[in-house]
């Protein structure tokens, strides 16, 4: 049965990105909690940002769960990345992801890889950079494997990157890795930009997909665009996917409204008829 997840986003410097909560999480858990959702993703400044202690036991008052922790902010805050052609920025990229990797398997939570995977920058052969992308990836892939925990990657649109913008490239990326303990993010805001197929695309790669960001085409709360979700719901029935469906979208009109469109999608999409 797949579960209904809400974002919480707790860096300042990236206030017009797609998540929903933005308030502390002492106000956010709760409220997500009391729409009935069954988790929250976290976007944090570092590891270091949050004590997940605290995070344990808000989670637990409110019988939540943390669905998973994105590592953007190693990006937006520091401009690290897996594929940068400096050795010193990847190995910082490498270490920041590390640390929210350990961070995440404290909460049972497996880290997101999206922007840190980063550009072929120019100047740089494409397989350079997938080489050097590959080389992080198999690292954080074990340290994952260690803790417990999944690794996650997510193809993002060819305006956030040039490096893996479908499912079926990401998987094909995948499998020539030597980790086999990373799955792929199927984002529906980035697979309507360039996928054929949404639907298609979630059933040909169904092995692979252990994460799904909730949004519409416009990237606002599902129900407030045109994504055909009749069809994708079909597909991921098929697919028999289980795991969470988490709302990475615009907090729009407000957050709290967001949240309230969110759950009544969420349900009519999932709930049995």
């Known amino acids: 049965m797949v579960k209904s997840c809400a974002t919480i986003a707790l860096v300042p410097e990236i206030k017009a990105g797609p998540w929903i909560y ?12 009391k729409l009935g959702f069954d988790a929250v993703e976290l976007f944090t400044a570092s590891a270091e940002a949050v004590d997940p202690e605290q995070v344990k036991g808000l989670c637990d008052a409110n019988r939540m769960k943390i669905a998973a922790v994105g590592t953007g902010a190693g990006k937006v805050l520091h401009g690290w990345t897996l594929a940068s052609p400096d050795k010193n920025i990847r190995q910082k990229a490498v270490a920041f992801v590390s640390k929210m990797i350990a961070f995440a398997a404290r909460l049972g939570a497996p880290a997101i890889i999206g922007s840190m995977q980063g550009n072929v920058e120019p100047g740089i052969e494409r397989p350079q950079a997938v080489a050097w992308l590959a080389e992080g990836l198999n690292e954080l892939g074990r340290q994952a494997q260690e803790q417990g925990v999944r690794l996650i990657f997510e193809p993002l649109n060819r305006y956030e990157t040039n490096m893996f913008n479908q499912l ?31 639907a298609g695309a979630l059933r040909e790669n169904a092995g692979r997909i252990g994460h799904l960001h909730f949004a519409d085409s416009n990237r606002r709360p599902v129900g407030m665009g045109h994504t055909d979700m009749p069809d994708v719901v079909k597909a991921l029935t098929q697919i028999g996917y289980a795991g969470y469906v988490s709302a990475e979208a615009f907090p729009w009109p407000t957050p709290d409204k967001a949240a309230e469109q969110t759950i009544r999608a969420f349900r009519a999409c999932f709930s049995p008829k």
């Open 22 to 33: 933005w308030e502390r999480l002492e106000v956010s858990i709760p409220k997500a909690a």
């Open 168 to 198: 079926g490239a990401g998987a094909g990326f995948l499998e020539t890795l030597d980790t086999r303990n990373i799955v792929l993010l199927a984002d529906l805001f980035h697979m309507n930009i360039e996928e054929q197929s949404i």
